[in-house]
C-alpha cells in the first residue's frame, strides 16, 4: 500500500507540475481545476507516504487557513480551490530548480577551480573568502546543498585540522556565504519569489543585494580575523600544509583548466539567459526560470553526448528525489491556502496600519526598519526562509506600499540572511550542525550574532540612505 501511495505522489507532482505549465500558455478553465485537484492530491499522497508528524507544518498552515475561512464565513472549498493554486508558481520552480546539480556533479569543478587558484586562497583570509565567495555560486545550482558539499570540500582539504577554531572557521564562512546569496541569486526561489510579487527590476535587485553581499563578505573577514585571534590559532600555517598535500595528487592542470571554463560557462550561460530572457520576454520569471533550467540542463548534456547519463539521473529522481521534494512543495500548498485566507481579511491592512501609526509617533522609523524583524522572528519560530518569504511577500503584494519595490526586496531579503545565520531551528543551520557536530545554537546564534548585527546595520544605512535622497 506504502508503494502505490509513493507512486501516486509522485504522478500527482509531475502532473501539477505539467498542467501548471499548460495553464499559464494555455489558460483553460478544466485545466485549472485539474490542476487544483492534483494540488490536493498531492497533499494527501505526501500525508499517506510521509505521515502527519513529519507534514506538521504544512498541514498547520492549511488548518490555520481553514479556521480563518471559519471565522471570515468564507467558502472552504472555494478557499482550498483557490489556495491550492495561490503558489503554483513556486511548486514548478522548486519541482525543476534542484535538477541544476546533475550538471555540477558530472566534473570536479570545484576541485579544479582550487587547483587552478590555490595560490589566491594559501592564506587564512583568502581561503575564508574564497569559501565565502564560492558558496554564494554553488547555491546558484544547489541552493541551501551548497552548505553540506562545500564543508565536505573544505574538510577534504582540511582533512587533517580538527577542534572548534577549525570548525568556527568552516562553519561561519558556508552559513554565511548561503545566508549572503539570498539577496543576489536568482535561482534562490524566497529570492525570485519576492521579486515577482513586489513586481522589482531584476537588474538593480540582483546588482544591489550584490554589494550588499560583497560588503557581507569584508564584514565576514573581519570577524574571522578576530575569532582567529580568540582562538590563539594560526590557520594559516595548517591550511598551506594542506593546500600542499592536496596539490600533490592533483597534477592534470590542463584538465582543471578546461574544468574552470566550462564551469564559468555554465555559470555564464545559466545566469545569462535567465536575465536577458527577461527582459525580451513577457512570461513572469517564476515560470521562465524553471523553463530555462530545463532546456539548459538537456543540452548540457547532449553537447556532453551523455544523455544515457541524463537518462539514469531522471529516473533515480523519481524514484528517490520527489518523495523528498515532496515537503517543501506541501509547504507551499499549505502557505497558499493561508495567505488566501489572510488576503479576505484586514489583517494585512492593520499591520501596516499599526506600523504606520507607530511611524506616526516616531517619525524616523518606516516599515522598511521594521521588515527584516518579521522575517527573523518567523524563522525563530521554525518558519525557512523560502515559507516565511512566501508568507510575507504574499502579504504585502496586497498592499501599496510607497516605497521602491527593489528596496522592499532589500528589507526582506536582508531579514532572511539573518535568519538564517541565526535560527537553529532551519535547515541552513541544521545541515551545517550534522556535518560539523556542533549544536545549531552555536552554529547559529553564538559564532554570528555580531555578523548578523552588523548586516542589519549596512543594509538600513543603504535603504535609508537611498529614501533620503527621493
Given at each position: 500500500?506504502?508503494?502505490?501511495?509513493?507512486?501516486?505522489?509522485?504522478?500527482?507532482?509531475?502532473?501539477?507540475?505539467?498542467?501548471?505549465?499548460?495553464?499559464?500558455?494555455?489558460?483553460?478553465?478544466?485545466?485549472?481545476?485539474?490542476?487544483?485537484?492534483?494540488?490536493?492530491?498531492?497533499?494527501?499522497?505526501?500525508?499517506?507516504?510521509?505521515?502527519?508528524?513529519?507534514?506538521?507544518?504544512?498541514?498547520?498552515?492549511?488548518?490555520?487557513?481553514?479556521?480563518?475561512?471559519?471565522?471570515?464565513?468564507?467558502?472552504?472549498?472555494?478557499?482550498?480551490?483557490?489556495?491550492?493554486?495561490?503558489?503554483?508558481?513556486?511548486?514548478?520552480?522548486?519541482?525543476?530548480?534542484?535538477?541544476?546539480?546533475?550538471?555540477?556533479?558530472?566534473?570536479?569543478?570545484?576541485?579544479?577551480?582550487?587547483?587552478?587558484?590555490?595560490?589566491?586562497?594559501?592564506?587564512?583570509?583568502?581561503?575564508?573568502?574564497?569559501?565565502?565567495?564560492?558558496?554564494?555560486?554553488?547555491?546558484?545550482?544547489?541552493?541551501?546543498?551548497?552548505?553540506?558539499?562545500?564543508?565536505?570540500?573544505?574538510?577534504?582539504?582540511?582533512?587533517?585540522?580538527?577542534?572548534?577554531?577549525?570548525?568556527?572557521?568552516?562553519?561561519?564562512?558556508?552559513?554565511?556565504?548561503?545566508?549572503?546569496?539570498?539577496m543576489w541569486v536568482i535561482s534562490i526561489p524566497s529570492f525570485a519569489y519576492v521579486i515577482e510579487v513586489m513586481n522589482a527590476p531584476l537588474g538593480l535587485?540582483?546588482?544591489?543585494?550584490?554589494?550588499?553581499?560583497?560588503?557581507?563578505?569584508?564584514?565576514?573577514?573581519?570577524?574571522?580575523?578576530?575569532?582567529?585571534?580568540?582562538?590563539?590559532?594560526?590557520?594559516?600555517?595548517?591550511?598551506?600544509?594542506?593546500?600542499?598535500?592536496?596539490?600533490?595528487?592533483?597534477?592534470?592542470?590542463?584538465?582543471?583548466?578546461?574544468?574552470?571554463?566550462?564551469?564559468?560557462?555554465?555559470?555564464?550561460?545559466?545566469?545569462?539567459?535567465?536575465?536577458?530572457?527577461?527582459?525580451?520576454?513577457?512570461?513572469?520569471?517564476?515560470?521562465?526560470?524553471?523553463?530555462?533550467?530545463?532546456?539548459?540542463?538537456?543540452?548540457?548534456?547532449?553537447?556532453?553526448?551523455?544523455?544515457?547519463?541524463?537518462?539514469?539521473?531522471?529516473?533515480?529522481?523519481?524514484?528517490?528525489?520527489?518523495?523528498?521534494?515532496?515537503?517543501?512543495?506541501?509547504?507551499?500548498?499549505?502557505?497558499?491556502?493561508?495567505?488566501?485566507?489572510?488576503?479576505?481579511?484586514?489583517?494585512?491592512?492593520?499591520?501596516?496600519?499599526?506600523?504606520?501609526?507607530?511611524?506616526?509617533?516616531?517619525p524616523f522609523l518606516n516599515l522598511l526598519y521594521f521588515l527584516p524583524f518579521i522575517i527573523i522572528l518567523l524563522g525563530f519560530v521554525g518558519l525557512g526562509?523560502?515559507?516565511?518569504?512566501?508568507?510575507?511577500?504574499?502579504?504585502?503584494?496586497?498592499?501599496?506600499?510607497?516605497?521602491?519595490?527593489?528596496?522592499?526586496?532589500?528589507?526582506?531579503?536582508?531579514?532572511?540572511?539573518?535568519?538564517?545565520?541565526?535560527?537553529?531551528?532551519?535547515?541552513?543551520?541544521?545541515?551545517?550542525?550534522?556535518?560539523?557536530?556542533?549544536?545549531?545554537?552555536?552554529?547559529?546564534?553564538?559564532?554570528?550574532w555580531k555578523f548578523a548585527f552588523a548586516i542589519y546595520v549596512i543594509v538600513q544605512i543603504y535603504i535609508q540612505g537611498r529614501l533620503a535622497l527621493l
Amino acid at each position: 500500500m506504502k508503494q502505490i501511495y509513493s507512486t501516486g505522489l509522485k504522478l500527482s507532482i509531475i502532473v501539477y507540475t505539467i498542467l501548471h505549465f499548460i495553464s499559464y500558455f494555455y489558460e483553460n478553465k478544466r485545466i485549472i481545476v485539474a490542476l487544483a485537484i492534483s494540488g490536493c492530491l498531492l497533499l494527501l499522497f505526501a500525508i499517506l507516504t510521509r505521515s502527519l508528524r513529519q507534514l506538521k507544518m504544512p498541514i498547520g498552515l492549511v488548518i490555520a487557513g481553514l479556521l480563518i475561512m471559519f471565522v471570515t464565513d468564507t467558502s472552504m472549498v472555494q478557499g482550498l480551490y483557490n489556495g491550492f493554486l495561490e503558489m503554483r508558481n513556486m511548486i514548478g520552480l522548486l519541482f525543476i530548480v534542484p535538477t541544476i546539480s546533475w550538471v555540477l556533479h558530472e566534473e570536479e569543478y570545484i576541485e579544479s577551480i582550487m587547483g587552478v587558484f590555490h595560490h589566491l586562497l594559501d592564506t587564512s583570509r583568502k581561503f575564508y573568502f574564497g569559501l565565502v565567495f564560492f558558496t554564494q555560486i554553488i547555491a546558484y545550482f544547489l541552493l541551501f546543498g551548497a552548505i553540506t558539499m562545500m564543508y565536505q570540500f573544505a574538510s577534504s582539504i582540511l582533512k587533517n585540522e580538527k577542534g572548534e577554531a577549525w570548525e568556527n572557521y568552516k562553519g561561519t564562512a558556508l552559513i554565511r556565504g548561503f545566508s549572503l546569496s539570498v539577496m543576489w541569486v536568482i535561482s534562490i526561489p524566497s529570492f525570485a519569489y519576492v521579486i515577482e510579487v513586489m513586481n522589482a527590476p531584476l537588474g538593480l535587485s540582483i546588482i544591489q543585494g550584490f554589494l550588499i553581499a560583497f560588503i557581507g563578505i569584508l564584514i565576514g573577514l573581519c570577524f574571522s580575523f578576530f575569532e582567529e585571534k580568540h582562538y590563539h590559532v594560526n590557520l594559516s600555517n595548517g591550511l598551506q600544509t594542506e593546500i600542499n598535500d592536496v596539490l600533490s595528487h592533483h597534477t592534470d592542470y590542463k584538465k582543471m583548466r578546461r574544468h574552470v571554463m566550462e564551469f564559468l560557462i555554465l555559470f555564464i550561460t545559466l545566469f545569462g539567459t535567465i536575465f536577458l530572457l527577461q527582459g525580451i520576454v513577457s512570461i513572469e520569471l517564476l515560470v521562465l526560470i524553471p523553463l530555462v533550467v530545463m532546456v539548459w540542463i538537456v543540452l548540457y548534456f547532449v553537447i556532453k553526448g551523455r544523455l544515457l547519463t541524463l537518462f539514469r539521473k531522471a529516473t533515480f529522481f523519481y524514484q528517490e528525489g520527489m518523495v523528498h521534494q515532496s515537503y517543501q512543495l506541501c509547504v507551499m500548498l499549505g502557505a497558499g491556502v493561508l495567505i488566501y485566507s489572510l488576503n479576505q481579511t484586514a489583517f494585512a491592512t492593520l499591520v501596516v496600519d499599526g506600523i504606520y501609526q507607530l511611524q506616526s509617533a516616531i517619525p524616523f522609523l518606516n516599515l522598511l526598519y521594521f521588515l527584516p524583524f518579521i522575517i527573523i522572528l518567523l524563522g525563530f519560530v521554525g518558519l525557512g526562509p523560502l515559507t516565511v518569504m512566501v508568507l510575507v511577500g504574499g502579504i504585502l503584494q496586497s498592499i501599496d506600499l510607497t516605497y521602491p519595490p527593489e528596496l522592499v526586496v532589500l528589507a526582506i531579503t536582508s531579514g532572511s540572511t539573518i535568519s538564517i545565520v541565526l535560527s537553529p531551528l532551519i535547515m541552513p543551520i541544521i545541515a551545517l550542525s550534522s556535518v560539523n557536530g556542533l549544536s545549531p545554537v552555536k552554529n547559529g546564534v553564538v559564532f554570528n550574532w555580531k555578523f548578523a548585527f552588523a548586516i542589519y546595520v549596512i543594509v538600513q544605512i543603504y535603504i535609508q540612505g537611498r529614501l533620503a535622497l527621493l
